[in-house]
């Protein structure tokens, strides 16, 4: 059965008028996951009563075909959701999670099965299975070396699609390829898949081998960790949890839904249980080690996004900061290099001068546009000096 072919590939702005073609009408999941992966698309959607979407380099495109039928629809989900707790999430909460793979497994995907007015509707982003290196993601220097501690909590922030899970991908590999350590992932779902080299790796799935978030990480200090990777801190008690490891000598690798570094910060700070701030304060403070948060920049080529990357070190005036409960102070900590900090319109700037993206992009990503243009010129500042 052929596969949905690509085509011209449009702009989101020009997807109403424009569409990518199709060689063929036969409309199966398996073709459709073909099409992504052809045109190396990171995202697929489906709705019933509108046209299937993709997402190539950021940019969502509508595929040139009918629309999906209710009972398209069913069938799709049918072929993904086989277990029954999955179905009763879908049925009585409206949504469930879950990992999918093409039968040929050329290719694996984290799914949100959902219902968008009484039809369903699904979200499908494709996990690339080969663990990156951070030179190939061409991430800072700093930041890889975030993977040389052996204790301690490393936070990575963004927003949804930003490359979170990769860099913590890269991260985890890079410890798996160099040391001897016990490697504990708990993740909803498992996107990347790690071999043992010189670790050995636990990657714990939500919902497939355990049956909740909570209880899979009320566990894992009895499977003697060295290294811990809990996929996104989502509560006050992963958030207990994560920094409790951290205290007791574990090397902790966490997400959290954040802008920039010193909202990372404060985003943790809100979850903080009230019976025991004080003592989660003071572990967040003595145990930090760093705050990566990510934009995605499209490149200047126009194929393929680089990490735009704002680093906060946890320096001793970022640690002072964090003690005395001084938040609002930490945002102008990440411009000063100190330690190996750098803000986002730094590393702008520095992937412009690297001739990596435009100038348009650097000012759609900039934090301080004014700041960002200054560097652009070479004018340095406390702000926004280059190195």
Known sequence: MAEIGNG?????????????PTNQRQYTLSNFMKTLVKANGSDLHFQAGSVPMIRVDGRPQFLDCPL????????YV???????????????????????????????FRVNVF?????????MRRIVTKIPDCDELNLPSQVEGLSEYHRGIVII???????????LAALIGKINRTRAARILCIEDPIEYQHDNIKSMMS???????????????????????????????RDTFSLATALR??????????????????????????LFDPAQKDLQQTQLGMNLI?????????????????????IMMATPLVRKYILDGEFDKLKGTVGNREGGCQSFDQHLAELFTKQIIDVPEARRLATNADALNLALRGISNSDTRLR
């Open 203 to 233: 990657q714990i799935e939500v919902g497939t081998d355990s049956e909740s978030y909570e209880y899979a990480l009320r566990e894992m200090m009895r499977q003697d960790p060295d290294v811990i990777l809990i996929g996104e801190i």
């Open 245 to 270: 490891a951290a205290d007791t000598g574990h090397l902790v690798f966490t997400t959290v839904h954040a802008t920039n570094a010193s909202m990372t910060v404060e985003r943790m700070v809100s």
């Open 290 to 310: 760093g705050v990566v948060s990510q934009r995605l920049a499209k490149k200047r080529e126009g194929k393929g996004r680089v990490p735009a990357v704002e």
């Open 78 to 108: 049918r072929e993904m959701v086989k277990d029954e707790e999955r179905w009763k999430s879908l049925e009585h909460k409206g949504a469930t999670d879950l990992s999918y793979a093409m039968p040929d497994g050329a290719a694996r």
């Open 68 to 75: 999906s039928t209710d009972a398209q629809l069913e069938e």
């Open 157 to 167: 922030s963004g927003t949804t699609g930003c490359g979170k899970s990769t860099t």
């Open 115 to 123: 219902h968008s007015r009484q039809r369903y509707a699904i979200a």
């Open 8 to 20: 011209k590939m449009m702009q989101a702005a020009e997807a109403e008028q424009s569409r990518i």
